[in-house]
C-alpha cells in the first residue's frame, strides 16, 4: 500500500562505459574492429605464405641451377669449384647458406659466409663446422626456410643441394602493412562509433535524457511542461503518449488534490463540531451534575445535596465539638392550595416561599428542597437557641401572604428542629428527627417545635405505617371489597362499589378513613389507585366468565385525578382483560371536585373516560356550587352517609336529604344513598324519591368470592318482601 508520499525519480550521473550510449559505441567499434583486424591479419597471413611460396621457388630454381652446374664438379669431386658455386649462390639476397650434401647427408661443400649474422651465431653456439651441421641448426631459426634439391646425373641421384633463405624481410614488411591497417582499423572503429554514439545520442539518448527528465517533473508534481520530440519514430510516439499521460496525471492530481482540501476542510470542520460538542457536553455535564443536586423547580439544593451538606457538617461538629441543627420545614394547607388552585400555582407558591427562605439564613446556612412541600435547613455551628430564633425567623419571613394571580395567600408553616448531638449522631437520625418535631409543630399548632423523644411516638406510628403502606402492595396485604347498591325501582343489583382493606400484618385491620388519608398526603393514593383499578378490571372480567354482568364503582382521589396517564392506564387494563370500559364506574368527593371543577371537567372529557359512569361522592359535605354541578358529566350524586345514618327522627338530616333528592332530580342525576342500616331509612329514602340504595341493611362490602350469593340473597328477599 502507498504511503502517500511523493517518490523521486533522480537521474543520474553515469560513467560513458555504463551509459547506453557508451555500451553502444563499445559494441559496434568492438565489433568492427575484431572483424577488421581479423581480415588485416587473414591477409597478412596470406601475404607471408605467398612470401614463403615465393622463396620456395626461388630456392627450388637456385637449387637445380646449383645442382645443374654442379654435376660435373661431382663427378670430378672438385670441392674448390663446388664451393665458388655455393659463395655464388649465397651472395644472393636472401640466400643465408647454401651446402651439397652426399646421400648420407655428409657436407660436400665448406663455403660460409662468414658476413652473415646467422652463420655468425651459429658458429658462435657450435664446436662443429660441418656444413650440413650448420644446416641443421639454421633450420631451428623461424625467420629461415631451407630447401633441398637432388642433383641428378643420368637418372642417378648424386648429392642433394640445400639452400637456407632468409624470409625476415618480407615478414617484416608484412607486419608492418599488418600493423599499419590495425592502425588504421582502430582509427576507423573510433571515428565509425563516435559517429554512431552521435547518431544514438541525438536520436535515442537526447529523447530518452527529455522523457527521463519529463518523467522526474512528474514526479515532482511539475506539470504542464510538454516534451516534444521531433520526427516520426517510435520515440515520437512515445512522448505523444507521455505527454497525454502527463496530462491525465495532472487531471488525477487536481482531482486529488481537490478532494484532499475538501476532506481536510471536512476535517477542519469535523474538528471544530467536535470541539463544540466537546464544550456543549461539558457545560451539559456541569448542568447535569447541578440538576443532579438541585430542585428543578426551585434550584435550590435537593435532598441529596442537603443531606450531604447535614453529613459534612456532623462531621466537622464531631472534630470541633460543635453543634448543628436541622430543621425540617412543612407548607401548612399547601395540599389545598394545590387542590384549589392547580398545580402550575402551587408550583409558582414553592417557588415564592423558596425566594424568602434564604433571606432569613446566613451564608453558612444551607436550605433545601426535601420534597413536596418540604423543605430542609441545615445551621452549622450552633444550638438549640439560636436553632429556634433562626426558626422564627423562617416563619416571619412566610408570614406576609403570597399572591397568586387574584389570590391573596397567607400561608404558615411547621418546623421541626433536631440538634447534632443531643437528637441524633448521624443524618438519618436527625432527619427522622427533625420530621417528627415538624408534625408535633403542626399539632400543637405551636409552629415550630424542637425535638422531644417524649412527643415522638404517635409520628413515629404515622411514618412507620407510611412505609408499612407502601409496601403493603407488594406483599399482597390489600384487599378488594365489594358492597352491592340495589336499584330501588327493579330491586336488582347493577352494581357495587369496589372498597380497599388492609390486613396489617401486625396492627390487623386499619381503617380505610385512616390509611386512605395518610396515602393521599403523598404519591402513594397513585400506587394504591392503580392496584385497586387492575383488580377492580379483572375482577369485572373474571364475573362476566361467569355470567354475572356487573357494574364496579371505585373511589378515586383528587392525585389521581391530576394523573396525566390515568386514561391511558384505563384504557390499557380494560384492553388487556378485555372489558368495556362502560362497566366502570369513578366515584370522585364532592370536594375533591369542587375545589378544582375546571380541571376535573377537563380531565373526563377524554374519550376514555367520558364512557365511564361517574358519581359524587359524599355530596352535603362540600360546597357545590351549581354552576359546576351543572357542568359536570355525572350520572349520579351520592348523598354522604353522615345524612343518611341520623335521618330517621332528624328533621334536619331529611330535609337535607330531601334537597339533594331534588336537586339531583333537577338536574337529570340518579340519587345513591350509603350508609341504609334500617327498614325505615330505606322506607323514608323510596319515599323521597331515592334511586339507588347501599348499606349494611344490604350487605356490608364483602370480597369477591361471596359477592354473587350475597346479591342473589338481597334480590330473593327484596322480591319477596
Ligand atoms: P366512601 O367512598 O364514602 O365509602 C362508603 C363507606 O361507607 C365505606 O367505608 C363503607 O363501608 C361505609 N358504609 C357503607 N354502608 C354503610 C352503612 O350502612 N353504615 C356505615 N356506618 N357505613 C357504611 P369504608 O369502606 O370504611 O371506606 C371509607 C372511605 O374510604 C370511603 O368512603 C372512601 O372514601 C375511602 N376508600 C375506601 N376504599 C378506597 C379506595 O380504594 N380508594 C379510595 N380513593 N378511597 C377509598
Ligand atoms: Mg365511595
Ligand atoms: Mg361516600
Not at 72 to 96: M, P, R
Amino acid at each position: 500500500m502507498s504511503d502517500g508520499s511523493i517518490k523521486y525519480t533522480v537521474i543520474k550521473k553515469r560513467r560513458v562505459l555504463n551509459s547506453l550510449g557508451g555500451q553502444m559505441v563499445l559494441l559496434v567499434s568492438g565489433i568492427l574492429l575484431i572483424a577488421m583486424i581479423t581480415n588485416a591479419y587473414i591477409q597478412f597471413r596470406d601475404e607471408v605464405s605467398t612470401m614463403e611460396q615465393v622463396l620456395k621457388v626461388r630456392a627450388q630454381s637456385l637449387g637445380q641451377v646449383l645442382s645443374s652446374v654442379s654435376v660435373d664438379a661431382l663427378v670430378e669431386y672438385d670441392v674448390n669449384k663446388l664451393n665458388k658455386y655455393i659463395e655464388a649462390v649465397t651472395s644472393q639476397t636472401q640466400v643465408v647458406h647454401a651446402v651439397i650434401v652426399d646421400m648420407q647427408d655428409h657436407s660436400l661443400t665448406t663455403y660460409l659466409d662468414l658476413n652473415d649474422i646467422y652463420i655468425q651465431d651459429t658458429l658462435d653456439s657450435l664446436d662443429n663446422v660441418d656444413s650440413s651441421v650448420i644446416v641443421n641448426e639454421l633450420d631451428k631459426i623461424a625467420e629461415l626456410v631451407s630447401y633441398k634439391v637432388p642433383v641428378m646425373f643420368e637418372d642417378m641421384m648424386l648429392a642433394q643441394t640445400i639452400v637456407v633463405l632468409d624470409n625476415s624481410e618480407y615478414v617484416a614488411v608484412s607486419a608492418a602493412k599488418f600493423e599499419e591497417k590495425v592502425l588504421s582499423t582502430l582509427f576507423i572503429g573510433l571515428f565509425v562509433g563516435m559517429g554512431i554514439y552521435f547518431v544514438f545520442s541525438r536520436k535515442i539518448l537526447t529523447p530518452l535524457h527529455v522523457l527521463s527528465d519529463g518523467a522526474n517533473k512528474i514526479a515532482n508534481s511539475e506539470f504542464g511542461n510538454k516534451i516534444k520530440i521531433t520526427g516520426d519514430s517510435e520515440l515520437t510516439d512515445l512522448s505523444e503518449n507521455f505527454n497525454q499521460m502527463s496530462e491525465n496525471i495532472e487531471l488525477l492530481v487536481a482531482d486529488r488534490d481537490a478532494a484532499l482540501d475538501d476532506l481536510e476542510e471536512l476535517n477542519t470542520d469535523l474538528e471544530k463540531r467536535v470541539q463544540e460538542r466537546t464544550i456543549e457536553l461539558q457545560a451539559l455535564n456541569v448542568e447535569i451534575a447541578r440538576q443532579a443536586m438541585h430542585d428543578p423547580l426551585t434550584e435550590l439544593p435537593n435532598r441529596t445535596l442537603l443531606v450531604e451538606r447535614l453529613k459534612q457538617n456532623i462531621y466537622l461538629a464531631k472534630r470541633n465539638n460543635k453543634h448543628v441543627a436541622f430543621l425540617m420545614l412543612d407548607l401548612n394547607n399547601f395540599k389545598e392550595v394545590n387542590d384549589t388552585l392547580g398545580h402550575p400555582q402551587g408550583d409558582r407558591l414553592l417557588l415564592d416561599v423558596a425566594s424568602r427562605l434564604p433571606m432569613a439564613l446566613r451564608q453558612s446556612d444551607t436550605v433545601g428542597r426535601f420534597g413536596g412541600d418540604e423543605f430542609g435547613i441545615v445551621l452549622p455551628d450552633t444550638d438549640s437557641e439560636k436553632a429556634v430564633d433562626v426558626a422564627k425567623k423562617v416563619l416571619a419571613s412566610l408570614e406576609q401572604s403570597f399572591t397568586l394571580d387574584d389570590h391573596e395567600l397567607s400561608i404558615g408553616a411547621s418546623i421541626g428542629i433536631a440538634m447534632y448531638p443531643e437528637h441524633g449522631e448521624d443524618d438519618a437520625s436527625l432527619i427522622r428527627h427533625a420530621d417528627v418535631a415538624m408534625y408535633e409543630a403542626k399539632g400543637s399548632k405551636g409552629e415550630h417545635c424542637l425535638y422531644d423523644p417524649e412527643a415522638d411516638h404517635y409520628t413515629t406510628a404515622r411514618l412507620a405505617l407510611m412505609t408499612d403502606l407502601r409496601n403493603a402492595v407488594d406483599n399482597d396485604e390489600l384487599q378488594l371489597y365489594f358492597q352491592p347498591q340495589v336499584v330501588l325501582s327493579t330491586k336488582k343489583v347493577l352494581k357495587v362499589e369496589a372498597l380497599t382493606r388492609w390486613n396489617h400484618p401486625e396492627l390487623g385491620s386499619v381503617s380505610p378513613e385512616k390509611f386512605i388519608a395518610l396515602a393521599e398526603t403523598s404519591d402513594l393514593i397513585r400506587l394504591i389507585s392503580a392496584w385497586v383499578l387492575e383488580k377492580t378490571i379483572s375482577q369485572i372480567a373474571k364475573w362476566q366468565a361467569q355470567g354475572a354482568d356487573i357494574i364496579v364503582s371505585i373511589n378515586l382521589s383528587a392525585r389521581d385525578l391530576l394523573n396525566p396517564s390515568l386514561a391511558e392506564n384505563i384504557e390499557a387494563l380494560c384492553e388487556k382483560y378485555d372489558v368495556s370500559p362502560s362497566k366502570l364506574a369513578i366515584e370522585i368527593a364532592e370536594s375533591v371536585i369542587m375545589s378544582n371543577p375546571e380541571q376535573v371537567i377537563d380531565v373526563l372529557k377524554h374519550p376514555v373516560l367520558s364512557q365511564i359512569n361517574y358519581a359524587i361522592d359524599d355530596f352535603g359535605t362540600g360546597f357545590s356550587s351549581l354552576r359546576y354541578l351543572k357542568r359536570l358529566p355525572v350520572r349520579e350524586v351520592k348523598i354522604d352517609k353522615s345524612f343518611v345514618l341520623d335521618m330517621i327522627g332528624n328533621a334536619e338530616d331529611t330535609s337535607i336529604v330531601r334537597s339533594v333528592i331534588e336537586l339531583a332530580h333537577n338536574l337529570g342525576h340518579v340519587v345513591v344513598a350509603e350508609g341504609v342500616e334500617t327498614e325505615q331509612t330505606l322506607t323514608q329514602l323510596e319515599l323521597l324519591g331515592c334511586n339507588v340504595v347501599q348499606g349494611f341493611y344490604f350487605s356490608p362490602a364483602v370480597d369477591a368470592d361471596a359477592l354473587l350469593s350475597v346479591i342473589k340473597e338481597i334480590e330473593n328477599e327484596f322480591s319477596e318482601s
